[in-house]
């Protein structure tokens, strides 16, 4: 009786291989088209960001709700990959005591729908600069929102950033507590507000 069973399982293994054996020659014998690949999808991020966390190229990434940058984290938006704020969330990078990074290739594509407030530990500074694999890649750091740099904050970018017709980057300075821009060109669209107060090592392009 065991040697019975034993063959009319061994029976039913051998079946069973040779059924999935078809089935992998059938998804083998199907080519992935590349446009159905990962690449195309989405990275949602919201909550506290306190350790470095980086996207590179081909990512594409979606702020829906308030992010916070802190504990002396860096965000590295690298190039090639796509990061949009939503229109209503706000992106927070440090704050009054607590220091953090938000460090954007000028290779990647940046939209601010929503806000961006950089406190007064925080900064923004360049990424490194690489050529994005993706066909027809469009760089460039748009803010449609608003981009506040809080007393003490510093950006250093090293490209352009431009603010659209609904778009405002505005600087504070308080005191000692100096704001600043440095190496990085604004290029303003009609309807477009700038408000410096703080060191400003910037060129400015009115864009009609």
Avoid at 6 to 33: G, Q, T, W, Y
Avoid at 58 to 71: A, E, M, P
Avoid at 153 to 179: D, H, L, P
């Amino acid at each position: 009786m065991i040697s019975t069973y034993e063959k009319a399982n061994r029976s039913k293994i051998l079946a069973a291989v040779a059924v999935l054996a078809m089935i992998a020659c059938v998804f083998v014998a199907i080519p992935m088209d590349e446009s159905d690949a990962a690449g195309d999808d989405i990275t949602y991020v919201s909550g506290v960001i306190d350790k470095d966390m980086a996207f590179t190229d081909g990512n594409k990434v979606v702020v829906d709700k308030n992010l916070t940058i802190t504990n002396g984290a860096t965000l590295l938006i690298g190039y090639g990959a796509q990061f949009t704020v939503n229109e209503g969330v706000t992106v927070t990078v440090g704050s009054s005591t607590v220091a953090a990074s938000l460090s954007i290739s000028p290779n990647a594509d940046v939209n601010i729908n929503g806000s961006i407030v950089i406190n007064e530990k925080g900064t923004i500074v360049a990424g490194e600069s690489g050529e994005p694999t993706t066909k027809d890649f469009v760089a460039g750091f748009n803010v449609d929102g608003t981009m506040t740099v809080q007393s003490g904050a510093i950006i250093t970018y090293n490209g352009t950033i431009t603010v659209g017709t609904t778009g405002s980057v505005s600087t504070t300075s308080i005191g000692t507590k100096i704001s600043k821009i440095t190496e990085t060109t604004i290029d303003l669209m009609p309807g477009a507000t700038l408000s410096v107060r703080g060191v400003a090592a910037i060129t400015v392009n009115s864009v009609s």
